[in-house]
């Protein structure tokens, strides 16, 4: 019988019950997972997932909602990976963790005290190529994930969940490029994108949006966000009227904004990974 602190004896040995969370969000074009840093032992001073115990009248998904305490991610999507059971994967005991997997736009979290785990959020490539010690087996369990959010990007809108609300195409585009590390082909996604029924488009960018935009994505240059602002250019004037205002001249027809359903997930035209111009 599972316990009031989260395990169970099976033969007078514990076995405790554990869920864990891989949380991903994108910043500047860049995977990132949030990992926290163990304050006691065993592996003092390494990285590990967000994890909490599953109590004994607790759901497993209120369980691994606890584990986003003190994160408090903008938009959010989470579905459950697998379980983890290995007997040896706990130097403590016998221990059996549920991993959930999630996909954010956003996250607003604070280091703690000297005396409380620091978060932070871990570019994935670093987890993976084992440049940060990452405790238990909750590599494996990243690789896992990172894998599962690569295919549900084919067959999902999950995608969306990276830009929050209110995107525009090309926003979306580059959470595709950046989990699949590689360049879609531009034409062919927004295709994809209009003839999918569970995203819906809401209207135009106004161009003082579009100055904000410009502003707030310094980050970018110019010919990168021409992409995403810039429509096909008009020919040639033949009449005499006034030219446009400069704002429009240098920026042509501002984006449209899209938004995807929050209860339908499945795309009825998957977007595969093999429509790509070439790895980057």
Not at 80 to 94: S, V
Not at 107 to 120: F, L, R, V
């Amino acid at each position: 019988m599972l316990g009031r602190r989260g395990y169970e004896r099976v033969d007078g040995r514990r076995i405790t019950v554990t869920v864990s969370t891989v949380l991903f969000s994108i910043q500047n074009g860049t995977l990132y997972v949030l990992l926290s840093d163990r304050i006691s032992s065993p592996f003092r001073g390494a990285w590990v997932l967000p994890t909490c115990r599953l109590q004994r009248q607790e759901a497993i998904e209120a369980a691994a909602l606890r584990t986003f305490e003190g994160v408090r991610p903008t938009t959010v999507f989470f579905e459950q990976l697998r379980a983890y059971g290995d007997i040896d994967r706990d130097p403590r005991g016998r221990n059996v963790t549920i991993a959930y997997w999630a996909a954010c736009s956003g996250m607003d979290h604070k280091k703690g005290a000297s005396n409380t785990p620091i978060t932070e959020r871990i570019p994935l490539t670093s987890v993976i190529n084992g440049s940060h010690h990452i405790a238990f087996d909750h590599q494996r369990i990243v690789k896992d994930a990172n894998e599962r959010l690569k295919a549900r990007l084919e067959t999902t809108s999950i995608g969306s969940r990276f830009c929050g609300q209110q995107f525009t195409i090309s926003d979306l585009r580059k959470v595709y490029d950046t989990v699949w590390n590689t360049r879609l082909d531009p034409g062919n996604f927004q295709r994809k994108v209009r003839i999918n029924s569970v995203f819906r488009e809401m209207g135009t960018m106004s161009f003082g949006v579009v100055e904000e935009q410009k502003e707030s994505m310094g980050r970018m240059d110019d010919s990168a966000l021409s992409e995403t602002i810039t429509a096909p250019s008009a020919p040639p004037r033949t009449d005499q009227t006034s030219p446009k205002p400069l704002e429009e001249r240098r920026w042509g027809r501002p984006p449209s904004i899209w938004t995807a359903s929050q209860t339908e997930f499945k795309l009825n035209q998957p977007i595969f990974r093999s429509g790509t111009l070439g790895r980057r």
